[in-house]
């Protein structure tokens, strides 16, 4: 009795630390991402791999951002990975409605989400966001993933190969997060397509 005692507790120690180690494991994906909850606002909206921001009609350079996620075998497709992205308006700033709440008041209302289908697609239809008005900062988008059964964690942001503000310092600190997000726009129909597969895990700390 004494035996079964002690091997029954071991074993709820074993199964308590393996419970924590997997939740601090979770936690810990990608490191520190402020405002990643945002992912998490899309509220009772039915996701799918498309998604369509506010202003697109109304904008231009019109912009579609496509691709496949793949998983760190860089070869799977990735199904159901949620992904968000936000960006400045046309002056280089996040506009708000002043209704907002959570992440959009900082964030602004041009968000989207996307939940990639079984081939890992995803397509967003937004318009070429604009660099702070002061210059500091290149054009860019930026975007967010969340995989079932993780946390949530930052990808490299869009930029724009294009982009005179992108000089060769600000491309070397890239950290390519789940790929590169350097990308050159090409015009099609009217509208500015941009193609960037991502592969999850890649370059992100603690993934494995």
């Known amino acids: 009795m004494a035996r079964f005692l002690l091997f029954s507790w071991l074993y709820l120690l074993l199964a308590i630390s393996a419970c924590h180690s997997q939740n601090k494991a979770n936690s810990e994906v990608g490191g520190g991402c402020e405002g990643c909850e945002a992912l998490d606002e899309y509220g009772d909206k039915i996701l799918n791999e498309e998604d369509t ?11 579609k951002l496509w691709g496949t996620v793949y998983q760190k075998d860089g070869k799977t497709p990735a199904a159901n990975v949620i992904l968000y992205i936000y960006h400045t308006d046309r002056t280089g700033i996040y506009p708000k409605r002043g209704d907002e709440k959570g992440w ?12 990639t289908d079984a081939k890992g697609s995803y397509v967003f239809y937004t318009f070429r966001p604009a660099a702070y008005p002061d210059g500091t900062e290149p054009e860019h988008i930026h ?36 790929g590169s997000g350097l990308t050159l726009p090409v015009l099609k129909d009217g509208i500015l397509e941009v193609n960037r597969d991502i592969i ?9």
């Open 53 to 63: 921001l506010p202003l697109f009609a109304s904008s231009e350079p019109k912009l």
């Open 104 to 115: 959009a008041r900082r964030h602004g209302f041009i968000r989207g989400w996307v939940k």
């Open 143 to 178: 975007l967010t993933a969340k995989e079932p059964n993780t946390n949530a964690y930052y990808l490299d942001e869009f930029v724009f190969e294009d982009d005179p503000i992108l000089d060769q310092k600000k491309r070397a600190q890239l950290n390519n997060r789940g």
């Open 200 to 208: 999850l895990g890649l370059n992100i700390p603690d993934y494995d």
